[in-house]
T-cell receptor, first 113, second 114 residues
Framework: DTGVSQNPRHKITKRGQNVTFRCDPISEHNRLYWYRQTLGQGPEFLTYFQNEAQLEKSRLLSDRFSAERPKGSFSTLEIQRTEQGDSAMYLC???????????FGDGTRLSIL | EDQVTQSPEALRLQEGESSSLNCSYTVSGLRGLFWYRQDPGKGPEFLFTLYSAGEEKEKERLKATLTKKESFLHITAPKPEDSATYLCAVFYEGSGAGSYQLTFGKGTKLSVIP
């Protein structure tokens, strides 16, 4: 099964440290999305890529967050100088185009000590 | 402000007791609505896409319907394995040219008791 893969599944770090997450989308999908989900809430949109181009960023994506998708394949999401409020599940999704359903990975759970 | 509201927040059903979950929305430029199922510690799993009012989709014990203002997910004779959080997401035009976004509701946590 070549679904969306995210690594690591869990990340525990101290406040102020930098963390990086990786997402490998479904291979034929051009669009890749990042979301954040906290307990009891639905996923909240952060940013998306069409191939290697980052086309939209949410207001939720502060300057400490950066995402890349080199060569239009896998993507990384980096959080610099982590804060307590960054604790959440970070979800990646991909789709064939803007109209098709987004398929999600199982996320990376970030815990800030 | 664009909004997606799901009700109830939580629902407990006896096995075999049919019910419906509601998703109401107020967004401009709606292009469609998705239903997802999410198990604890997992990412959302795609169930249905609905693109226009009056459309219906079915999968096993689940049936999704769409009107101009809301969508329903009907669960017929549920089983314990149907226990999960059900999320709806509206799909609409974003701020950038040619961009589309999903806005999710908070979900309905369904528990089916044997």
């Amino acid at each position: 099964d070549t679904g969306v893969s995210q690594n690591p599944r869990h990340k525990i770090t101290k406040r102020g440290q930098n963390v990086t997450f990786r997402c490998d989308p479904i291979s034929e999908h051009n669009r890749l999305y990042w979301y954040r989900q906290t307990l009891g809430q639905g996923p909240e949109f952060l940013t998306y890529f069409q191939n290697e181009a980052q086309l939209e960023k949410s207001r939720l994506l502060s300057d400490r967050f950066s995402a890349e998708r080199p060569k239009g394949s896998f993507s990384t999401l980096e959080i610099q100088r982590t804060e307590q409020g960054d604790s959440a599940m970070y979800l990646c999704a991909s789709s064939a185009d803007g109209y098709q359903p987004q398929h999600f990975g199982d996320g990376t759970r970030l815990s800030i000590l | 402000e664009d909004q997606v509201t799901q009700s109830p927040e939580a629902l407990r059903l006896q096995e075999g007791e049919s019910s419906s979950l509601n998703c109401s929305y107020t967004v401009s430029g709606l292009r469609g609505l998705f239903w997802y199922r999410q198990d604890p510690g997992k990412g959302p799993e795609f169930l249905f896409t609905l693109y226009s009012a009056g459309e219906e989709k079915e999968k096993e014990r689940l049936k999704a319907t769409l009107t101009k203002k809301e969508s329903f997910l009907h669960i017929t004779a549920p089983k314990p394995e149907d226990s999960a959080t059900y999320l709806c997401a509206v799909f609409y035009e974003g701020s950038g040219a040619g961009s589309y976004q999903l806005t999710f509701g908070k979900g309905t946590k369904l528990s089916v008791i044997p």
